[in-house]
């Protein structure tokens, strides 16, 4: 890349890069990112009258497209750029425009020195390196395949099976070995000593099997079986053990990625899981809306649901259905006692409409009554989660009668609470992270000091990179999540490297290109959420109730706003009120736009209508500055403001009223990791308008089945609604066009099936993965040990006295 510089140097346009860092400094800015930088080109390209063809595709323009930030010293500037996708380069550049190559730790010094915290007289700073620990994991090669790590894993196990096949034989041969269900043992019993005994038992078992007829149970030739060597486990008819003995046996005989997959995919090892989401309100009506409490509930719900079918699902084609196997999925989250209305002070809540899927809640041990009694902030409960992890896992034990097969961690907290409990329990961890806050507050490493009464970042950070080397396996909504996209950083890429100014310096903070990421994407409630075309699955009563509250109602408890037209079209957002969400963002355009006000009604849906109501400090000052958007632009008579929390079966009928209404929805978040009510929206068909920023880009294919936004440019956002708004008036058929497509893409793509499907396959890849290089973590994990007691526990053990004060 630096050959880019030297070629615009060497080349006629070494005058404009001199000119244009000679713009740069009189700009008022040190530190410049992609935004400002490319914005700083375009005004370039304006000031000086650049043709088109300059501004597109010169060196220079093609040089700018790559950089990432520049920090501005005197004598030189510090560029940091981005040949590729997960990858980066560091240039000093000098006034006279050499260039020189700088190493991570120059630019992380840099960036100190930016915020004077640079000190190198008082010696070094810690660095944390984890790049030695996967230096003998296998790694993906092309930044394309990050996070399809199982199929990466399949092909490099299937590759090891071939190449080293004695060894691996074995390996595969012990692993199948240790399968039992409360102590029974399943697949092979101790009639089969040897993997060369086990390959031929196979062939004679198929042989077996393929003189009985295909429908016959399990049960009938159960003791044949056994005597061979086979216990239950292969399948519940004769046809399916006949096809899964077929698939060992392939396997066996010529290993190749898919029968791999095939094969592992139906080992019945997965019974009992643990999901991971201490903070928040956890439960299933009355709590979504507040904050802190959004998707993520909603994700780990309807996980739990889904995965608990298709544990049933699989059970039962393994044949197991006869041992009593009876598969228990266990959501585990902090127990309120003051629960403000909700069942968060309940122990223990069965999920609905499940066999055995529970919520499990554990309080927080009583260091500080005042505090413990209530709901936490996420940005405050990090002196709690050891002692929480330590409780939970006793309470696991015994609801499990044993160990679960699965930990799954959610958010910051949950991963670290999983990592704590699968360290101790020796059990398969998975982390999902919904939202990485790093990313989302801009430079919220780099000022974590000036944060740190509010936010707390020194433990999140360091929770965040325990927790996601700790896994073994992590699962990401989209693509981006873990590397962004050409022109911009993924969240997990932006723990690669970065500082945390007299705290630490993070040289290599995760691999990209480990297989332990995987983008295994939600899905939503089909049976909440469904086209309002249905009409037969809706209920009237509802749908009028809905009708009045959104559009008439005059009950200020409930409601702000009297609209003067309620017949115009919906322009629909519900989220919950904090800033990231960008809520007053969309009231601001709106009320800029004389236009959109003529043709649409603004009705958001959001948490909470009074300060008073609140104690969260993000969400107060958006109910301020939403009632100051609504006066500055006299919005009275337009907005209708709902501060309702819905039950499930209202959320899902809300969204088909909007439907019924031809209304639009709009996602103006500045940043949104995931997106639920994307697909929320999209599968009622409403047509949809969301975020370019963050995971909406890759739900949404733009102007095929919804549109993207740039929250952050008013005009442009109200421009492309009202494109929309006028395409419709001139084709009545344009909002079914787009509201149809919409649905089409979330059944295609973003279903529960689809989702538990890939993530008990990938769990079932990881555990094998596990146990057959368990030797090769141990020293990574020791690493991760130490920065647990030696910075992670002391801070939080700091944030608790602090508590104590307040
Ligand atoms: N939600 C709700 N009521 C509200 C706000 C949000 O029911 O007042 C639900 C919404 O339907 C969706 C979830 O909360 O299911 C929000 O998920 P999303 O991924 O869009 O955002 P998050 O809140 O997790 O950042
Ligand atoms: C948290 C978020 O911020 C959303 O973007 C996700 O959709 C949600 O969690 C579920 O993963």
């Given at each position: 890349?630096?050959?880019?510089?030297?070629?615009?140097?060497?080349?006629?346009?070494?005058t404009?890069?001199?000119?244009?860092?000679?713009?740069?400094?009189?700009?008022?800015?040190?530190?410049?990112?992609?935004?400002?930088?490319?914005?700083?080109?375009?005004?370039?390209?304006?000031?000086?009258?650049?043709?088109?063809q300059?501004?597109?595709?010169?060196?220079?323009?093609?040089?700018?497209?790559?950089?990432?930030?520049?920090?501005?010293?005197?004598?030189?500037?510090?560029?940091?750029?981005?040949?590729?996708?997960?990858?980066?380069?560091?240039?000093?550049?000098?006034?006279?425009?050499?260039?020189?190559?700088?190493?991570?730790?120059?630019?992380?010094d840099?960036?100190?020195?930016?915020?004077?915290?640079?000190?190198?007289?008082?010696?070094?700073?810690l660095?944390?390196?984890?790049?030695?620990?996967?230096?003998?994991?296998p790694?993906?090669?092309?930044p394309?395949?990050?996070?399809?790590?199982?199929?990466?894993?399949?092909?490099?196990?299937?590759?090891?099976?071939?190449?080293?096949?004695?060894?691996?034989?074995?390996t595969?041969?012990?692993?199948?070995?240790?399968?039992?269900?409360?102590?029974?043992q399943?697949l092979?019993?101790?009639?089969?000593?040897?993997?060369?005994?086990?390959?031929?038992?196979?062939?004679?078992?198929?042989?077996?099997?393929?003189?009985?007829?295909e429908?016959?149970g399990?049960?009938?030739?159960?003791?044949?079986?056994?005597?061979?060597?086979?216990?239950?486990?292969?399948?519940?008819?004769?046809?399916?053990?006949h096809?899964?003995l077929?698939?060992l046996?392939e396997?066996?005989?010529?290993?190749?990625?898919?029968?791999?997959?095939?094969?592992?995919?139906?080992?019945?090892?997965?019974?009992?899981?643990?999901?991971?989401?201490?903070?928040?309100?956890?439960?299933?009506?009355?709590?979504?809306?507040?904050?802190?409490?959004?998707?993520?509930?909603v994700?780990?719900?309807?996980?739990?649901?889904?995965?608990?079918?298709?544990?049933?699902?699989?059970?039962?084609?393994?044949g197991?259905?006869?041992?009593?196997?009876?598969?228990?999925?266990?959501?585990?989250?902090?127990?309120?006692?003051?629960?403000?209305g909700?069942?968060?002070?309940?122990?223990?809540?069965?999920?609905?409409?499940?066999?055995?899927?529970?919520?499990?809640?554990?309080?927080?041990?009583?260091?500080n009554?005042?505090?413990?009694?209530n709901?936490?902030s996420?940005?405050?409960?990090?002196?709690?989660?050891?002692?929480?992890?330590?409780?939970?896992?006793?309470?696991?034990?015994?609801?499990?009668?044993?160990k679960?097969?699965l930990?799954?961690?959610?958010?910051?907290?949950?991963?670290?609470?999983?990592?704590?409990?699968?360290?101790?329990?020796k059990?398969?961890?998975?982390?999902?992270?919904?939202?990485?806050?790093?990313?989302?507050?801009?430079?919220?490493?780099?000022?974590?000091?000036?944060?740190?009464?509010?936010?707390?970042?020194?433990?999140?950070?360091?929770?965040?990179?325990?927790?996601?080397?700790?896994?073994?396996?992590i699962?990401?909504?989209?693509?981006?999540?873990i590397v962004?996209?050409?022109?911009?950083?993924?969240?997990?890429?932006?723990?690669?490297?970065?500082?945390?100014?007299?705290?630490?310096?993070?040289?290599?903070?995760?691999?990209?290109?480990s297989?332990?990421?995987?983008v295994?994407?939600?899905?939503?409630?089909?049976?909440?959420?469904?086209?309002?075309?249905?009409?037969?699955?809706r209920?009237?009563?509802?749908?009028?109730?809905?009708?009045?509250?959104?559009?008439?109602?005059?009950?200020?408890?409930?409601?702000?706003?009297?609209?003067d037209?309620?017949h115009?079209?919906?322009?629909?957002?519900?989220?919950?009120?904090?800033?990231?969400?960008?809520?007053?963002?969309?009231?601001?355009l709106?009320?800029?736009?004389?236009?959109?006000q003529?043709?649409?009604?603004?009705?958001?849906?959001?948490?909470?209508?009074?300060?008073?109501?609140?104690?969260?400090y993000?969400?107060?000052?958006?109910?301020k500055?939403?009632?100051?958007?609504?006066?500055?632009?006299?919005?009275?008579?337009?907005?209708?403001?709902?501060?309702?929390?819905?039950?499930?079966?209202?959320?899902?009928?809300?969204y088909?009223?909007?439907?019924?209404?031809?209304?639009?929805?709009?996602?103006?978040?500045?940043?949104?990791?995931?997106?639920?009510?994307?697909?929320?929206?999209?599968?009622?068909?409403?047509?949809?308008?969301?975020?370019?920023?963050?995971?909406p880009?890759?739900?949404?294919?733009?102007?095929?089945?919804?549109?993207?936004?740039?929250?952050?440019?008013?005009?442009?956002t109200?421009?492309k609604?009202?494109?929309f708004?006028?395409?419709?008036?001139?084709?009545?058929?344009?909002?079914?066009?787009?509201?149809?497509?919409?649905i089409?893409?979330?059944?295609?793509?973003?279903?529960?099936?689809?989702?538990?499907?890939k993530?008990?396959?990938?769990?079932?890849?990881?555990?094998?993965?596990?146990?057959?290089?368990?030797?090769?973590?141990?020293?990574?994990?020791?690493?991760i040990?130490?920065?647990?007691?030696?910075?992670y526990?002391?801070?939080?053990?700091?944030?608790?006295?602090?508590?104590?004060n307040?």
């Open positions: 890349m630096s050959e880019l510089f030297q070629a615009v140097i060497a080349s006629d346009e070494k404009e890069l001199r000119q244009f860092v000679s713009d740069l400094r009189t700009l008022g800015k040190k530190y410049l990112l992609r935004n400002d930088i490319v914005n700083a080109f375009a005004a370039y390209c304006t000031k000086y009258e650049k043709p088109e300059f501004h597109q595709s010169s060196l220079l323009s093609k040089l700018i497209y790559y950089v990432q930030e520049i920090i501005l010293e005197d004598g030189s500037l510090c560029v940091l750029l981005r040949p590729k996708i997960a990858s980066m380069e560091i240039v000093r550049v000098a006034d006279d425009l050499t260039v020189e190559q700088m190493t991570v730790q120059e630019l992380l840099v960036r100190d020195r930016f915020v004077n915290h640079f000190h190198p007289q008082e010696g070094d700073i660095e944390l390196d984890f790049g030695p620990f996967y230096d003998y994991s790694t993906i090669r092309d394309k395949n990050i996070g399809k790590g199982v199929q990466f894993l399949n092909r490099y196990l299937s590759s090891k099976l071939f190449q080293d096949a004695r060894q691996w034989q074995e595969l041969f012990n692993f199948l070995r240790l399968h039992r269900y409360n102590g029974v399943l092979i019993n101790d009639r089969i000593k040897s993997q060369e005994q086990l390959s031929e038992q196979v062939k004679k078992a198929l042989t077996f099997v393929s003189d009985i007829s429908e016959e399990y049960e009938r030739f159960r003791l044949v079986l056994q005597l061979m060597g086979f216990e239950a486990g292969w399948g519940n008819t004769a046809a399916r053990v096809e899964t077929g698939i046996d396997l066996i005989d010529s290993p190749d990625p898919q029968t791999l997959e095939a094969f592992i995919s139906r080992i019945p090892m997965i019974f009992n899981i643990v999901l991971v989401s201490p903070h928040g309100w956890f439960g299933q009506e009355g709590v979504l809306g507040r904050p802190d409490t959004g998707g993520q509930v994700y780990v719900l309807d996980q739990a649901k889904s995965l608990e079918k298709q544990l049933q699902e699989d059970i039962h084609l393994a197991l259905d006869s041992l009593g196997v009876k598969p228990k999925v266990i959501i585990l989250t902090r127990l309120i006692p003051n629960s403000d909700t069942r968060c002070n309940e122990r223990l809540e069965k999920v609905h409409a499940t066999e055995n899927a529970w919520i499990l809640r554990v309080p927080f041990r009583e260091f009554p005042k505090l413990t009694q709901w936490i996420r940005f405050e409960i990090w002196p709690y989660l050891e002692t929480y992890a330590i409780d939970s896992e006793k309470e696991l034990l015994a609801e499990f009668q044993g679960p097969d930990i799954v961690g959610n958010y910051s907290d949950g991963n670290l609470v999983a990592f704590l409990l699968s360290r101790k329990l059990v398969t961890q998975c982390n999902i992270a919904h939202a990485l806050e790093k990313s989302k507050y801009l430079f919220s490493n780099l000022y974590w000091q000036e944060s740190e009464d509010k936010y707390h970042f020194s433990l999140q950070f360091t929770a965040d990179i325990i927790a996601m080397n700790a896994a073994n396996c699962v990401s909504s989209t693509y981006q999540e962004g996209q050409p022109d911009s950083v993924g969240q997990y890429e932006s723990y690669h490297c970065f500082t945390m100014p007299d705290l630490y310096h993070v040289v290599k903070g995760i691999e990209l290109f297989p332990k990421f995987n295994v994407p939600p899905g939503v409630n089909e049976s909440v959420y469904f086209p309002y075309t249905r009409i037969e699955d209920v009237q009563g509802d749908r009028d109730r809905l009708n009045e509250l959104l559009f008439t109602l005059e009950d200020p408890e409930q409601v702000f706003g009297k609209l037209d309620p115009k079209r919906p322009l629909f957002s519900m989220a919950r009120l904090d800033r990231i969400k960008n809520l007053t963002g969309l009231a601001e709106f009320g800029k736009s004389q236009e959109l003529e043709k649409c009604n603004l009705i958001l849906v959001a948490g909470k209508l009074r300060v008073e109501e609140t104690e969260d993000e969400e107060a000052e958006e109910i500055k939403l009632y100051a958007i609504i006066d500055q632009y006299n919005l009275h008579g337009k907005i209708r403001w709902l501060g309702v929390r819905l039950s499930k079966s209202l959320s899902g009928e809300i088909r009223v909007i439907a019924d209404a031809q209304g639009i929805f709009v996602q103006p978040a500045l940043f949104e990791a995931f997106g639920l009510t994307i697909l929320e929206a999209m599968i009622t068909g409403i047509p949809t308008f969301g975020t370019q920023f963050g995971g880009l890759e739900i949404i294919q733009d102007g095929v089945n919804g549109f993207y936004i740039n929250p952050t440019n008013h005009e442009d109200a421009q609604i009202l494109d708004l006028s395409k419709c008036e001139h084709n009545p058929n344009y909002w079914y066009e787009i509201s149809t497509r919409g089409d893409r979330v059944y295609s793509t973003y279903t529960w099936k689809i989702h538990t499907t993530l008990l396959t990938l769990a079932r890849t990881y555990g094998f993965w596990n146990y057959s290089s368990k030797e090769e973590r141990e020293d990574m994990l020791r690493y040990e130490s920065l647990f007691y030696l910075i526990k002391p801070k939080a053990k700091a944030l608790l006295a602090e508590h104590a307040r």
